[in-house]
């Protein structure tokens, strides 16, 4: 055996160097390829600003017709008919009622959760529960929606009689059960980012388990923590099918959570189900829900992230 | 002499071992919660959608009548959904990921298109439905057919679809870039010849989780408009069309009329849980398989 | 330390020298190198000549820089982010660190083997054809050729010939590395630049790839960066000694080994340091 260089027909050297014409082919291709990639990942932020380009302009129209002020403060809703009213505070209390009720049911259980699978679940009820949580998460929302209207509100009633078919606590209390996931799987990820050796020092003292997680692992997670809590927030905001379905769609300006209320998304699903006239100012109304919806989860999710940058400074 | 009194620490010790044990006891179940709760989601859908589910009812056509109702058009209209995102959204997410991940590496232009996309994520899905509206089916006067309601759908994953390919082109080791690169081969033929090929599992895992994710969507097409008349069975991306998660909707809130409804809508949950299923099974399986291959 | 003293004149070899003079038979001419990293002072001063159909060991301690001077060889070091140089590289007279000299047709003359071996997730087969074909090679027969002949070049075609359509990752290390060195020769490379290319290969292995690198250097250049000492004794023609980004010493292998001009070249050599 040896190197056949000279005896072979074929000489690659000399056939790279005759390919070499097709390489200035390939240089035209090297040098558009990136701006080609741009225009393509352009369009994420062409879309946001579609999104608030479209918002803007219609919200504009519609505070034409209706006072900025009288929008914001106006505690009656009344979109259809000759004296139709504009105010948003119906709708800013459904969904504020249905954000609290979520939360006050996916912090602490979420909460709880990251706790025991960061600090005390054993390496096989991790692996366990860990998909559990994710096939959750991965549930749509319309199921959801289905199991409030049709299992978990006549449930409530049989404990609450003067809870109504539609109303803004079972919706609520379904959307917290939606957003556990996410709250257990970013406060865990905060939780199990403190350094072991934080946690293995204090246990050395004889701290018990407990004890370390409230002394050591909550403060030092606290702000991954938060911003998970800021998230669950923001998605319980934005949620649309679990309300639209089982809480109604009563305008009244209301604080009872037995009551049927609207949220902003449910509003902005009813008007264009109702294929709303462009150009009237129920049309309009539309953009202005949702202008404010955007902002709100957009200010959630700024502040989240805020929050989450200041927490991967600390360590 | 004593320092540390025995008998005090093992009086506190007691109390305070029995907190922990309590605590561990009330934290297992909050986080057995999750399971409870999926195990009475799950039994409740499919006791009501006993014995609706058959081949009459994946075959038909809507109807009114509860007993001869199908959801053969949603199925359709899911498929033909699918054959505007998946390719619109890959096109779109591969690309801005490569664009991130081997061409701004580091720099303005990234931080803005990446904070961007983490804030897209964060839009709710109505809003896209208010884009896909105002844009695709007014603007460009599309109306609400197929392609306008895939073109927002597929604009309401590409975040997904961005952040889980940039993990996967992430995870490809520069060693083998540097080996493409060691060959003579310029940028572009290293990512398609050597990075692309070795992402496409993560790439792929990514993409049907998001596709699953658009499957069970359903505020943005409300948005849209969809009809909730009985309408032909969709045969081009040009067609109305109605999806799963729509007849869902409506058959939920007019089971209060008629109560069969409610089984409807169980039952098409059924077959829609069982999709979403087997399209996580099959990423999981292609996330499993090529896991640590160098 | 003046320049003039570290490098040139103490190599001995007359020929060596005459060739150096008709500038012929050198390969790289490098000159008054230094690269940054940021702020890292990475290779200071350099001056060395390599010369074709030769085997030049680079040796010294970690972190002396002579994987960056091997990556500045063929520009690799430009992947990283914020480097910095300064001087002049000649490969066949020709200034490669001069920004209009085409990078790609660099890499295409000079072939790299890493220290790991790093084959492409694909058949044997692709792997070797990888070249070729980025290159326009399409034509399967030719194709075929190139890899049998690669494989050959690479003593490993016997190992593999049955297999070619299996993934390279289903190798041996040692075989993983030869497959690397095929790939390399596949495109015909005029100089094959390795960096610790046995560092994680097994004692039977390394004999391997040693055999082959002695084989190889009939028609490559061949500049290998080892940790082992012995290694660079057994196959090298020439040796340079690096130490904190200098070349301290460069001279003829078997008059490096045998008589180090400076203190610091013998330090390293009997193993007192480093
Ligand atoms: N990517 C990099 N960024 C910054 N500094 C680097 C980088 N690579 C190497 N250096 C620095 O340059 C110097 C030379 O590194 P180099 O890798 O060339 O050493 P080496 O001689 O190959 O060492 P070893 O024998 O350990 O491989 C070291 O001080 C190292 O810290
Ligand atoms: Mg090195």
Redesign the pocket.
């Given at each position: 055996m040896g190197l056949k260089n000279n005896k072979e027909k074929i000489n690659v050297r000399d056939m790279i160097e005759k390919n070499k014409n097709s390489f200035n082919l390939n240089s035209v291709t090297e040098k558009v390829i990136p701006y080609i990639l741009l225009g393509i990942a352009a369009v994420s932020i062409i879309t946001t600003i579609g999104i608030v380009f479209t918002l803007l302009s219609e919200t504009i129209s519609f505070f034409q017709a209706v006072p900025f002020w009288d929008f914001y403060t106006g505690t009656e809703l009344k979109p259809l008919g000759d004296d139709a009213k504009f105010g948003i505070l119906p709708l800013l209390t459904g969904t504020i009622l249905s954000t609290l009720i979520a939360v006050a049911v996916a912090i602490p259980i979420g909460l709880m959760t990251a706790i025991f699978l960061s600090e005390y679940a054993s390496e096989q009820l991790r692996k366990f529960l860990k998909p559990i949580l994710e096939i959750l998460a991965g549930i749509p929302t319309i199921v959801y929606g289905f199991f409030a209207f049709t299992f978990v509100t006549p449930l409530l009633r049989s404990f609450i009689p003067a809870l109504d078919p539609t109303n803004i606590l079972s919706p609520g209390l379904v959307m917290g059960i939606m957003i556990i996931p996410m709250v257990a799987s970013l406060s865990e990820d905060a939780m199990s980012s403190v350094p072991n050796s934080m946690r293995e020092g204090a246990l050395a003292l004889g701290a018990t388990k407990l004890e370390v997680t409230f002394k050591v692992i909550l403060p030092a997670a606290i702000s991954g923590i938060i911003a998970s809590f800021v998230l669950a927030i923001s998605r319980a905001i934005g949620e649309t099918m679990i309300v639209t379905i089982a809480s109604g769609s009563n305008k009244a300006f209301s604080f009872n959570i037995t009551e049927s209320m609207q949220t902003m998304t449910a509003y902005i699903v009813e008007v264009t189900g109702g294929e709303a006239a462009a150009g009237t100012t129920l049309y309009y109304s539309l953009y202005a829900v949702a202008m404010t919806l955007f902002v709100f989860t957009l200010v959630m999710n700024l502040i989240a992230q805020y929050i989450s940058r200041k927490f991967r400074e600390e360590y | 002499m004593k320092y540390i009194d025995v008998e005090q620490v093992n009086k506190n010790m007691s109390p305070r071992i029995f907190k922990n044990n309590l605590a561990k006891s009330i934290f297992f179940v909050a986080a057995i919660f999750g399971l409870l709760v999926l195990i009475t989601l799950i039994y409740r859908v499919f006791s009501d959608s006993i014995g609706w589910i058959d081949i009459n009812f994946l075959m038909s056509k809507l109807s009114t009548d509860a007993e001869r109702a199908g959801i053969f058009g949603a199925i359709m209209g899911t498929v033909w959904l699918m054959v505007v995102v998946a390719p619109v959204t890959i096109f779109l997410g591969v690309g801005t990921a490569i664009y991130l991940e081997e061409y701004a590496k580091k720099g303005r232009v990234r931080n803005i298109i990446q904070t961007n996309i983490s804030n897209l994520a964060g839009v709710p899905s109505v809003v896209f439905g208010i884009l896909g509206l105002t844009v695709f089916v007014r603007a460009m006067g599309l109306g609400n057919i197929i392609l306008a309601g895939g073109l927002t759908m597929a604009l309401l994953i590409l975040p997904i679809v961005v952040v889980a390919s940039q993990e996967a082109i992430r995870a490809v080791p520069q060693f083998l870039r540097e080996a493409s690169y060691g060959m003579g081969a310029t940028k572009w033929q290293t990512i398609k010849n050597i990075v692309l090929p070795a992402a496409i599992p993560g790439i792929s895992t990514g993409v049907i989780l998001s596709l699953s994710r658009a499957i069970g969507e359903t505020a943005p097409l409300v948005v849209i408009g969809i009809p909730a008349l009985i309408i032909p069975i969709p045969d081009s991306v040009f067609d109305k069309f109605t999806i799963m998660p729509m007849q869902i909707y409506y058959w939920t809130i007019d089971s209060a009329l008629v109560d069969e409804y409610a089984n409807l809508a169980a039952a098409t949950i059924v077959i829609l849980l069982i999709i979403l299923f087997l399209m996580n099974s099959i990423a999981i399986i292609i996330r499993n398989k090529f896991q640590k291959r160098f | 330390m003046d320049k003039e003293s570290s490098s040139l004149n103490q190599y001995s070899s007359a020929n060596a020298f005459k060739n150096a003079d008709t500038g012929n038979n050198i390969v790289y001419d490098t000159q008054d190198l230094n690269l940054w990293?940021?702020q890292?002072h990475?290779l200071k001063n350099i001056i060395l000549p390599i010369y074709e159909q030769e085997v030049t060991a680079i040796i010294?301690?970690?972190?002396?820089?002579?994987?960056?001077?091997l990556k500045t060889l063929n520009r690799m070091v430009e992947l990283?982010p914020g480097v910095r140089t300064s001087g002049t590289i000649k490969y066949r007279n020709k200034d490669i660190l001069d920004k209009s000299f085409k990078v790609e047709e660099l890499r295409t003359k000079v072939g790299m083997v890493f220290?790991k071996p790093n084959p492409f997730p694909k058949s044997i087969y692709d792997n070797i054809a990888y070249g070729p074909r980025i290159h326009g090679i399409r034509n399967k027969k030719v194709l075929d050729q190139i890899v049998e002949k690669s494989l050959r070049g690479a003593y490993i075609w016997d190992e593999v010939k049955d297999r070619l359509k299996e993934n390279a990752y289903s190798l041996s290390g040692g075989q993983q590395q030869r497959i690397c060195i095929a790939r390399c020769l596949a495109i015909e490379p005029d100089v094959i630049l390795m960096?610790?290319p046995t560092s994680a290969l097994d004692p039977k292995s390394t004999l391997k790839v040693e055999e082959l690198i002695e084989k190889l250097k009939k028609d490559y250049s061949i500049i290998i960066?080892t940790?082992n000492m012995q290694q660079a004794a057994r196959i090298s023609d020439k040796t340079a000694f690096?130490l904190n980004?200098e070349v301290i010493e460069y001279a003829d292998t078997n008059f490096l080994f045998s008589t180090p001009k400076d203190k610091r070249t013998e330090d390293y050599i009997t193993g007192r340091f480093g």
């Open positions: - | - | 990293y940021g890292t990475a010294g301690p970690s972190g002396c820089g002579k994987s960056t001077y990283v220290q960096d610790e960066v940790h690096f980004g």
